[in-house]
Structure formats: structure tokens, C-alpha cells
């Protein structure tokens, strides 16, 4: 069933198109973290009450540049938009990051190569009415409305399952190759990218050995915004959002 399931994202990435068209594999499945704090009944009586306090505190998940965002994960009930900022791009993030991202990219093109943004914030209402177009057309090909809307969240995230639905992901592609396929890795922006992005607090959210992890088709396009700190560790270790939160 994986590997089919591999084989279908392949195929999808195969069918992925210019910027701007982004191919997403995001279901519609709603499974609560199930991360809460142990029972204090079963707290060993050795254990000082700082310790438990301790074990109280936030998760990582509870930051909000740490916040993981996909089918199992979509955004929570209580998720507000976050104040925008626009990049001189004309796309918008979150105000949090603009700073680091646009840093980011002026100094991609003071070390000479040129990337540009082709996606960033999406909001859940434009997800939707994409989403829906899309089990519009399907059906329109004699799908009923389950097989339209299995067949729409193939290429389109349902909407509150995308990154981009958070302000906090960008697509970043190279002003001379600006298809979202796999060869998008070769070209000199990418490269540039790949090797400074954390430093800038990116990462690399969909890397090619990983997609068992993330659910995700190698993307080497689209960059997350997790903070300097996490993005050092997670560069470093090779491992993805899902691994550094222990939500794998
Ligand atoms: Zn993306």
C-alpha cells in the first residue's frame, strides 16, 4: 500500500506544472494529537513536583514557528491568521518571519544567483474555493462527489492542511527554471538555498529520503519556516519537522 501510494505521489509529481501550480497530496484526515500529559495518578511518588511541572510545559508543537501542519495534523480549531507582511515579491507571509526570508533572498542574489517566490501565504478560504473548483471539474468527468473529492485532495491540499495556509512556508524557485519537478535541485538558486537556508531559519521541509515521513513528494521548492535554533538541529541531524517533534 505504500509503496503504491509512493508510485501515485511520484506519478503527481511527473504531473506537477509550472509555479504557481503546486501538486499537493494532503488528505482530509482529522487526528488529534494525542500528546497530553501523563495521568498524575500514575506519577512515581519519586518524582519532585518540579519535575512534574516540568513535564507540563509546552510542547515544541505549541510554538508557533514550530506548528506541524499536514493531513494528520491540520490546523488547529483555535488557528488565527497571522499578521501579513508583503515581500517585495507582492506575496504575503507571516510578519514574523519577513524579516529572516527577505534577508534570505538578498543574500542569495548578493552571492549571484536569483531565486524568486512563486507561493507563500494561502488562505483556508482560497484553499477552499481551489479545492472545490477542482471536485467541480471532477465531477463534471461522472466522478460522484466522494470519488470528486478523493480525486481533488490528490492534487490539491484540503484546505487546512497546507504549510502555505500558515504564512510560515514559501515556494522558492530559480528565476531561470521555474517548474516544480524534481530538476528544480540542479539549478543554482536551489543550491545556494539547500546549503545556507537554515542559517535563515528554513528548512528544506520535503527532502527526497523522507517522503515515507512527511507524506509529502520530494519538493525541492518549498522551504518552512521553523526559527534559526530548530533549523540548525534539524539541518544537522538530516531529519525532518516530523522527527524533531517526535511526531512521527
Ligand atoms: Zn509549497
Known amino acids: 500500500m505504500k509503496r503504491a501510494l509512493v508510485l501515485l505521489l511520484g506519478l503527481i509529481c511527473l504531473m506537477s506544472s509550472a509555479c504557481g501550480i503546486i ?9 488529534k494529537d494525542e500528546n497530553k500529559p501523563a495521568d498524575p495518578k500514575v506519577v512515581s ?31 488547529p480549531e483555535d488557528f488565527s491568521v497571522p499578521e501579513l507582511k508583503q515581500l ?27 531565486p524568486i517566490i512563486c507561493s507563500a501565504y494561502r488562505s483556508v478560504e482560497r484553499q477552499t474555493s481551489l479545492f472545490n473548483e477542482r471536485v467541480g471539474k471532477e465531477k463534471d468527468l461522472g466522478k460522484t462527489e466522494e470519488e470528486a473529492a478523493i480525486a481533488a485532495a490528490m492534487v490539491i491540499a484540503v484546505p487546512g492542511t497546507s504549510e ?23 539549478t543554482p538558486a536551489q543550491k545556494w538555498l539547500m546549503a545556507n537556508s537554515y542559517k535563515y531559519g528554513f528548512i528544506l521541509r520535503y527532502p ?13 521548492w518549498h522551504y518552512r519556516y521553523v526559527g534559526q535554533e530548530a533549523a540548525k538541529e534539524i539541518t544537522e541531524q538530516g531529519i525532518t519537522l516530523e522527527e524533531y517533534l517526535n511526531r512521527v
Do not use: C, F
Open 208 to 220: 527526497k529520503n523522507k517522503v515515507e515521513i512527511t507524506g509529502v513528494i520530494y519538493e525541492p
Open 45 to 75: 511518588p519519586m518524582e519532585t513536583s518540579q519535575e512534574w511541572t516540568e513535564k507540563k510545559v509546552p510542547q515544541k508543537q505549541d510554538q508557533w514557528n514550530l506548528l506541524l501542519v499536514k493531513k494528520e495534523y491540520p490546523l
Open 88 to 114: 517585495k515579491s507582492g506575496h504575503m507571509v507571516d510578519s514574523r518571519i519577513y524579516e529572516d526570508l527577505q534577508n534570505m533572498l538578498d543574500d542569495a542574489k548578493a552571492a549571484g544567483v536569483s
Open 23 to 31: 501538486p499537493y497530496q494532503e488528505g482530509d484526515i482529522n487526528k
Open 164 to 186: 502555505h495556509n500558515t504564512g510560515l512556508a514559501v515556494d522558492i524557485v530559480d528565476i531561470d527554471y521555474q517548474l516544480l519537478n524534481e530538476e528544480q535541485e540542479n
